[in-house]
């Protein structure tokens, strides 16, 4: 009782500082988001030479770091969220699980070293914070995994938001998710938005934080990132309308919520 009291205190707290942030801070964009850019580019054309956008991972970090885009965690390496339970760090946010005795359940950061041992060599929890370039590396190399995974009949803007929602919430839920919108009229599987985005399994049942779920989370998640944040990215680094057209991302945008 005392533990769930205080993940609801902690919740409330992280809110109040959301809204006060967010009631003086006039940014567009995170202060240091230019000193990482470069970087986020560069990555991408290397392990996905044929991805378009890159700028859809600047959207997607500073979906994870920023409470606010003046929050000192916003597109900061050294962004951590740690509870008794869990730790996320970087960029990315990283993610490592803890039983209750303090021994690691599950270490994301050491299966992806398993998956490319070569490329994440260098990257440890005890350097994790002060390597933004692995930090990045190990983001692309994951979201990477999940893209190629789906399959090639997910296109465009849809095929991005399956890979977003394999990114927060894994693969297991969405493959369910997909089955049961094949099984439904007027539902295609290989459609995210208005179609398999709707279609709710078991993980929309059980209350995470307050009173969202973990399908809560994942659809605010794919939503904020591609609808919300991707569009001033590619506004900003790239001719806007060029892209988005290639991408059919207007067509979706026209859907409205």
């Given at each position: 009782m005392l533990r769930k009291l205080f993940f609801i205190v902690l919740i409330i707290m992280f809110f109040i500082i959301?809204?006060?942030?967010?009631?003086?801070?006039?940014?567009k964009f995170p202060k240091d988001v230019d000193i990482y850019i470069p970087m986020i580019e560069s990555i991408v054309y290397k392990y996905m030479?044929?991805?378009?956008?890159?700028?859809y991972f600047p959207a997607l970090?500073?979906?994870?770091?920023?409470?606010?885009?003046?929050?000192k965690r916003c597109f900061n390496p050294k962004a951590r969220l740690k509870t008794r339970r869990e730790e996320g760090g970087?960029?990315?946010?990283?993610?490592?699980?803890f039983r209750k005795n303090g021994m690691v359940k599950w270490d994301m950061l050491a299966t992806l070293k398993r998956w490319y041992p070569k490329e994440?060599?260098?990257l440890t929890w005890d350097n994790l914070y002060d390597r933004p370039d692995l930090q990045i590396k190990a983001l692309?190399?994951?979201?990477?995994?999940?893209?190629?995974?789906?399959?090639?009949?997910?296109?465009?803007?849809d095929r991005i938001a399956f890979a977003d929602s394999m990114y927060n919430g894994?693969?297991?839920?969405l493959r369910i998710e997909r089955s049961i919108c094949k099984l439904r009229k007027n539902c295609d599987p290989n459609k995210w938005?208005?179609?398999?985005?709707?279609?709710?399994?078991r993980r929309a049942r059980q209350k995470l934080y307050g009173n969202r779920t973990a399908w809560d989370i994942n659809r605010h998640h794919v939503r904020d990132v591609i609808k919300i944040r991707l569009p001033k990215y590619l506004e900003r680094y790239r001719d806007v309308k060029q892209l988005l057209n290639e991408l059919g991302y207007e067509s979706y945008s026209q859907q409205g919520d």
């Amino acid at each position: 009782m005392l533990r769930k009291l205080f993940f609801i205190v902690l919740i409330i707290m992280f809110f109040i500082i959301d809204i006060s942030h967010a009631s003086i801070c006039k940014r567009k964009f995170p202060k240091d988001v230019d000193i990482y850019i470069p970087m986020i580019e560069s990555i991408v054309y290397k392990y996905m030479p044929n991805f378009k956008p890159w700028q859809y991972f600047p959207a997607l970090i500073e979906h994870e770091t920023c409470i606010t885009l003046c929050s000192k965690r916003c597109f900061n390496p050294k962004a951590r969220l740690k509870t008794r339970r869990e730790e996320g760090g970087g960029l990315g946010q990283i993610t490592r699980v803890f039983r209750k005795n303090g021994m690691v359940k599950w270490d994301m950061l050491a299966t992806l070293k398993r998956w490319y041992p070569k490329e994440l060599s260098g990257l440890t929890w005890d350097n994790l914070y002060d390597r933004p370039d692995l930090q990045i590396k190990a983001l692309v190399l994951l979201w990477r995994r999940n893209y190629n995974m789906l399959p090639k009949t997910i296109k465009g803007i849809d095929r991005i938001a399956f890979a977003d929602s394999m990114y927060n919430g894994g693969y297991y839920w969405l493959r369910i998710e997909r089955s049961i919108c094949k099984l439904r009229k007027n539902c295609d599987p290989n459609k995210w938005f208005g179609n398999v985005e709707k279609i709710k399994s078991r993980r929309a049942r059980q209350k995470l934080y307050g009173n969202r779920t973990a399908w809560d989370i994942n659809r605010h998640h794919v939503r904020d990132v591609i609808k919300i944040r991707l569009p001033k990215y590619l506004e900003r680094y790239r001719d806007v309308k060029q892209l988005l057209n290639e991408l059919g991302y207007e067509s979706y945008s026209q859907q409205g919520d």
